[in-house]
């Protein structure tokens, strides 16, 4: 039984309703024709670049549901209808978080793509409308819509009459669930996974034996995308592993973010490739050292996830024990006799850790980096980080290319 356009927009409109997600749906000419509520706030002029991208990219795999994810940690799925004369029209679905979005994270974002800070209320005001979700409910979500979703053989009667006035659905066919296209999760084997939790480099050696011999459907034809979205999926990967692992979200979440920004800068496919082992061995690092310090209290790992989400902040032991809802006095000494170390010695070697990451992986100035931070001028970062480190942050990097 065929759907009438009107049926088609019920249903829709019910997906919407029932997902809590914007469902959009454009016309070969890339104009939107529909959104549903009608009330959505519609996303900042900088975030459309990347949706049309996002489009005419889906191009190149018709009727498969399709999930991307941005720069600006937003996941949407895309489904493309190709008719009888070629045309195509597009059904998008989201965007949805897959965390909170908070303002310093989004100076950072405006910092690390060169955008405007104009941009940052507005933008700030957009995430805020926005579902949060897991990812077991987007993975639930993605199943539920290839469903609902026309397959290639109901192609013919959308060609028939304009496809912004009618599209045909019905219920996959149920063959087309195992071949579908799909930007989840690499599915790493269980010897891998083992030695990843174990913080063993042997994860390493088994990750690159499943990087030969897997099959990445990603990208649209393009090598250096499809290569740049296979490291998305293993970022992703990894992250989740390691949150379940008991990893501090805040330390994850820097990891993620950090190279899911980075690798957008690289522009060979020799350079994605040691940027993939690199980033194994990061986690793997991670991995490790949260092995070597299992027996740390939940207080302090709190007070520690509490730090790294607060990094560009102005946070001291007060600050954190009020948000902790402990005595400073005793979070100080529990923190000191689990780690050997104070809090604020703490914060400022996490701060230099991450500012010798990006001295020596980016070409951010000093003073972005030192807004990275939440330092309040070039000038300061500078003097912290010549204290700490014995050199100052412009020597350090010299160092670094002198030695490369």
Same mark, same amino acid.
């Given at each position: 039984?065929?759907?009438?356009?009107?049926?088609?927009?019920?249903?829709?409109?019910?997906?919407?309703?029932?997902?809590?997600?914007?469902?959009?749906?454009?016309?070969?000419?890339?104009?939107?024709?529909?959104?549903?509520?009608?009330?959505?706030?519609?996303?900042?002029?900088?975030?459309?670049?990347?949706?049309?991208?996002?489009?005419?990219?889906?191009?190149?795999?018709?009727?498969?549901?399709?999930?991307?994810?941005?720069?600006?940690?937003?996941?949407?799925?895309?489904?493309?209808?190709?008719?009888?004369?070629?045309?195509?029209?597009?059904?998008?679905?989201?965007?949805?978080?897959?965390?909170?979005?908070?303002?310093?994270?989004?100076?950072?974002?405006?910092?690390?793509?060169?955008?405007?800070?104009?941009?940052?209320?507005?933008?700030?005001?957009?995430?805020?409308?926005?579902?949060?979700?897991?990812?077991?409910?987007?993975?639930?979500?993605?199943?539920?819509?290839?469903?609902?979703?026309?397959?290639?053989?109901?192609?013919?009667?959308?060609?028939?009459?304009?496809?912004?006035?009618?599209?045909?659905?019905?219920?996959?066919?149920?063959?087309?669930?195992?071949?579908?296209?799909?930007?989840?999760?690499?599915?790493?084997?269980?010897?891998?996974?083992?030695?990843?939790?174990?913080?063993?480099?042997?994860?390493?050696?088994?990750?690159?034996?499943?990087?030969?011999?897997?099959?990445?459907?990603?990208?649209?034809?393009?090598?250096?995308?499809?290569?740049?979205?296979?490291?998305?999926?293993?970022?992703?990967?990894?992250?989740?592993?390691?949150?379940?692992?008991?990893?501090?979200?805040?330390?994850?979440?820097?990891?993620?973010?950090?190279?899911?920004?980075?690798?957008?800068?690289?522009? +060979? =496919?020799? &350079?994605?490739?040691? *940027?993939?082992?690199?980033?194994? /061995? @990061? !986690?793997?690092?991670?991995?490790?050292?949260?092995?070597?310090?299992?027996?740390?209290?939940?207080?302090?790992?709190?007070?520690?996830?509490?730090?790294?989400?607060?990094?560009?902040?102005?946070?001291?032991?007060?600050?954190?024990?009020?948000?902790?809802?402990?005595?400073?006095?005793y979070l100080s000494s529990i923190f000191n006799k689990d780690t050997g170390?104070?809090i604020t010695k703490y914060i400022n070697e996490q701060r230099m850790k991450?500012?010798?990451?990006?001295?020596?992986?980016?070409?951010? +100035? =000093?003073? &972005?980096?030192?807004? *990275?931070?939440?330092?309040?001028? /070039? @000038? !300061?970062?500078?003097?912290?980080?010549?204290?700490?480190?014995?050199?100052?942050?412009?020597?350090?990097?010299?160092?670094?290319?002198?030695?490369?």
């Amino acid at each position: 039984m065929k759907s009438s356009h009107y049926e088609l927009v019920q249903m829709l409109k019910d997906c919407s309703i029932t997902f809590r997600v914007p469902i959009f749906m454009f016309n070969h000419n890339e104009k939107m024709i529909h959104h549903f509520p009608d009330t959505v706030h519609k996303p900042p002029k900088i975030f459309q670049k990347k949706l049309y991208s996002c489009l005419r990219e889906s191009k190149h795999f018709p009727f498969q549901l399709q999930l991307f994810e941005d720069i600006y940690f937003q996941y949407f799925f895309i489904y493309p209808i190709q008719n009888n004369l070629d045309q195509f029209t597009f059904i998008g679905m989201g965007p949805y978080l897959l965390q909170e979005v908070e303002k310093l994270k989004i100076r950072k974002m405006l910092i690390l793509n060169g955008m405007d800070f104009s941009y940052e209320e507005e933008t700030v005001e957009y995430f805020s409308t926005l579902s949060i979700i897991n990812r077991e409910k987007l993975e639930s979500t993605e199943r539920l819509l290839t469903s609902l979703l026309p397959g290639r053989s109901e192609s013919h009667s959308i060609g028939q009459i304009p496809s912004e006035e009618i599209l045909d659905y019905r219920n996959f066919k149920s063959n087309h669930l195992n071949a579908k296209y799909s930007q989840h999760l690499l599915e790493l084997n269980e010897n891998f996974n083992r030695y990843f939790k174990e913080g063993n480099i042997k994860a390493l050696h088994e990750y690159q034996q499943l990087r030969k011999s897997a099959l990445f459907p990603l990208g649209n034809g393009d090598e250096l995308r499809s290569a740049k979205n296979n490291i998305i999926t293993l970022v992703s990967k990894l992250t989740r592993i390691a949150i379940e692992e008991g990893i501090a979200k805040g330390e994850a979440f820097s990891l993620h973010d950090f190279y899911i920004n980075y690798l957008e800068s690289k522009e +060979t =496919l020799t &350079e994605l490739i040691k *940027l993939e082992s690199t980033i194994v /061995q @990061s !986690y793997l690092k991670v991995m490790k050292q949260r092995n070597q310090s299992s027996h740390i209290s939940p207080l302090v790992q709190r007070a520690k996830s509490f730090i790294y989400n607060h990094l560009t902040e102005e946070i001291n032991l007060k600050s954190i024990a009020d948000e902790l809802k402990v005595n400073p006095n005793y979070l100080s000494s529990i923190f000191n006799k689990d780690t050997g170390t104070s809090i604020t010695k703490y914060i400022n070697e996490q701060r230099m850790k991450e500012a010798k990451e990006l001295l020596s992986n980016t070409p951010y +100035t =000093l003073m &972005e980096i030192s807004i *990275l931070l939440g330092y309040n001028s /070039q @000038s !300061y970062f500078t003097r912290v980080f010549k204290k700490q480190e014995g050199i100052s942050p412009k020597e350090f990097r010299q160092k670094l290319q002198t030695y490369s």
